[in-house]
């Protein structure tokens, strides 16, 4: 990092950001590849190599595309902010007033505060523009208004805000976007379109990211892959109402093309800010590779491995609901955990059904007491049963959520978060509470505190099953106003008291699925359920998409029965064993019905996943490109590159010759490499014979290869028949 008069420069693992604080406002002169330490002659050439040809038909002072851009910088496109005070001061001209760095003692990376002030509508903000030590540059601003009112004299109004944005410039060779959507089952589809003269915008108006959430947005050379290409990427950290944008002007953005970024989408009258209230936006976190998306990924792997490091490993769960589903049976569960512990299983996980109505998902969410008519005795025994097996115990809860059909809806109307006029359509049977009225708040930490500590709960599933549309704070006379941010805050508020009032529990994001991964959210839990899907044709692409911001050991993956619950397919337990392996494993199925070769079948995979969870939950992950969007190869490579585990996978049957040699990502060229099959996986279906290197490596002594043929020759793979998956385990020697 190097700092003087009139400029920033920030470096961390690769990657360079310059800022010019010479002018009104910062403008960013780089953001992407380590341009080295810059001194004053390097950044003013830098300025000055940036400076734009002026053409007929503009400006007469170039345009600047600054961090909070506006019109007054001839600027056409969204906004930095945007807000009025009661119709006025709709024109901001914010300046920069002081920057303040800070540097780490050991100079990777650094953080800058801009304080700024906005005179017309009589605002200070700051900006936080931190680049961390792994090369994610994360951005905030906060928004404070002044009581003076500033040029528009409006002093006595409040300052409605609609948006506040961070905002980043993308150079001309990003030609290409990639976001994603999806649906409950399905989420994480990728989408790709050019960047052209526009604005790419997706908003999120679901009250929580939802399953068609963009989840992430790049923007890189055009056919960037997973290995390939340079790609800038933007986050949003947020639970709430999304904003994500990739817009180009037809007159580009200063000395960029483009710009990227996003924020909190607010609604009308969200938030209004009297003199001396503040307003602070979520963190957006950019990230630069120059190594496709397996650059991103890893960038934001290794920040939140650093952020939140896991006191102990992901233990292997069994959640009970595609096992028994409402039939809470005793008899039934108690043989559940008695195979679940010969098995391996180190936590079980009751699932829905265990509260009071609660028969099926008409009626009971909100009553968070236990079901006397189905527990008489409580959970104790199931408890005593589970702890007695030497695992954890986790239940399932969906605190946000609530039953018409219920005490807690009949007493306290007043805590649902719906219109005065009535309270809409129905999700599932459900509707929304009011987390944040401080009385159901309060109902909620003290009815979920007291069962942590009467069963000694390791874990909650907590789930949230719809969306949350016309999500307004009941205000009677006074008129319902918008709740959806407010919601947002007051579930990470409870979370955070639920940690600290109970420091060893740990909390799953789930969400209909995976309708509610963020960074955001997982700042306060410890893992996400990636999908309700269990399917493994299906998961292997949701988990492949998942992992461009997200660990695998974060996302939940666990075994089904050979026919899914929600795709009606059939597979092989080879295939679902295999799939699960590369996340967050677990098993959601009724095991009382297996067979005795399947129980072995799962103590063997169960040993070996657990055996090598060091490498799979800490390693680098990493995809190769291959042309047959039929075929995946997928792998966890450790640090030092001397152990990786790969799946080569089929999921469905393609046209056009048997597979040629594919390389192998992430691999030391230097190295020779030891490649086995391991034996926990059971037989793959393959269509014809296998290469015949393949049976050496299923001998003890396994199949030696040279790194480099490996990384760059590439081994020719078997045909595998549609949804079929082969694990290769590979030792450096």
């Known amino acids: 990092m190097s700092a003087g008069d009139g400029y920033a420069v920030l470096r961390a693992a690769g990657v360079s950001l310059v800022l010019d604080l010479v002018g009104v406002m910062p403008q960013v002169l780089h953001w992407g590849a380590d341009l080295g330490d810059l001194g004053p002659e390097g950044v003013d050439a830098l300025r000055e190599s940036g400076a734009t040809a002026r053409v007929a038909n503009s400006p007469e002072t170039p345009r600047a595309v600054t961090l909070l851009p506006v019109e007054r910088d001839a600027w056409a496109g969204l906004p930095g902010i945007e807000g009025h005070r009661a119709g006025t001061a709709t024109t901001p001209r914010p300046e920069l007033v002081a920057a303040d760095v800070e540097v780490p003692a050991d100079g990777a990376g650094g953080r800058v505060r801009l304080d700024v002030r906005e005179p017309i509508a009589d605002l200070a903000l700051t900006a936080e523009v931190e680049l961390e030590a792994t090369g994610v540059l994360r951005v905030r601003w906060t928004v404070t208004p002044g009581v003076e009112g500033g040029a528009s004299g409006a002093g006595r109004e409040v300052y409605d805000l609609s948006h506040v944005a961070a905002l980043l410039p993308l150079p001309a060779r990003a030609g290409e976007v990639l976001d994603f959507s999806g649906r409950w089952s399905r989420e994480r589809e990728p989408q790709r379109v050019p960047l052209v003269d526009g ?24 056919g960037f892959g997973h290995r390939s290409g340079e790609v800038w990427a933007a986050h949003v950290a947020w639970s709430g109402d999304q904003r994500w944008i990739v817009q180009r002007l ?179 049977n459900q509707y929304v509470l009011d987390v944040a009225h401080p009385d159901a708040y309060a109902y909620l930490r003290d009815a ?220 030391d060229r230097d190295r020779d490499y030891v490649v086995r099959v391991p034996d926990a996986f059971g037989p793959t279906a393959v269509h014809g014979r296998e290469p015949a290197w393949l049976e050496q490596a299923r001998r003890a002594g396994g199949f030696r290869v040279p790194g480099a043929v490996l990384a760059s020759a590439g081994v020719t793979l078997p045909v595998l028949q549609p949804a079929s998956g082969l694990v290769l385990e590979l030792t450096a020697e």
Request: some cysteine.
């Open 448 to 667: 979920i505190s007291e069962l942590v500590e009467r069963y000694g709960i390791d874990y909650i599933k907590w789930d949230h099953n719809r969306d949350l549309l016309e999500a307004v704070i009941r205000g009677g006379a006074a008129g319902d106003r918008p709740g959806v941010r407010r919601q947002t805050l007051a579930l990470y508020a409870l979370l955070d008291e639920l940690h600290e009032r109970h420091p060893a529990l740990e909390i799953e994001s789930c969400s209909a699925g995976g309708g509610r991964m963020d960074l955001g959210i997982l700042d306060r839990t410890e893992r996400v359920w990636t999908s309700d899907c269990n399917d493994p044709v299906e998961r292997q692409q949701i988990q492949r998409w998942s992992e461009v911001l997200l660990p695998p050991e974060l996302l939940g993956s666990h075994v089904g029965a050979a026919r899914a619950h929600t795709t009606n397919r059939v597979t092989d337990l080879s295939f679902r064993l295999v799939t699960a392996a590369f996340a967050a494993p677990g098993i959601e199925w009724d095991i009382t019905g297996c067979t005795e070769d399947e129980m072995v079948r799962l103590t063997q995979w169960a040993a070996f996943v657990k055996s090598r969870r060091d490498l799979l939950h800490g390693g680098v992950r990493v995809h190769a490109d291959l042309a047959d969007e039929q075929t995946l190869l997928h792998g966890t490579v450790s640090e030092d590159r001397t152990r990786a585990l790969f799946a080569w996978v089929r999921l469905a049957s393609s046209a056009g010759p048997q597979v040629a040699r594919v390389p192998f990502p992430g691999l």
């Open 250 to 428: 037809s007159e580009g953005a200063g000395a960029h093309a483009a710009v990227l970024g996003g924020g909190e989408l607010l609604r009308a009258g969200e938030v209004r800010l009297a003199a001396g209230e503040s307003y602070t936006t979520p963190d957006v976190l950019f990230a630069w590779s120059d190594a496709g998306l397996d650059g991103i990924a890893d960038r934001f792997h290794r920040r939140t491995r650093a952020r939140r490091p896991r006191r102990r490993p992901q233990p292997l769960v069994l959640n009970t609901w595609e096992a028994v589903y409402f039939d809470h049976d005793l008899g039934l569960l108690t043989e559940l955990v008695d195979r679940a512990a010969r098995v391996g299983v180190e936590r079980i996980v009751l699932d829905d059904g265990w509260f009071r109505g609660r028969r099926d998902d008409t009626a009971g969410l909100g009553d968070w007491q236990v079901e006397t008519a189905v527990w008489p005795d409580g959970l104790d025994p199931f408890v005593s049963r589970v702890r007695a097996a030497g695992m954890e115990f986790g239940l399932w809860f969906e605190p946000e959520m609530v039953s018409l059909d219920s005490d807690l809806a009949r007493e306290h109307p007043e805590w649902l978060l719906a219109p005065s006029a009535g309270v809409g359509t129905s999700f599932r």
């Open 199 to 222: 604005d790419h915008v997706r908003e999120v108006r679901r009250g929580k990211p939802g399953a068609d959430s963009p989840y992430l947005v790049a923007a890189g050379t055009p």
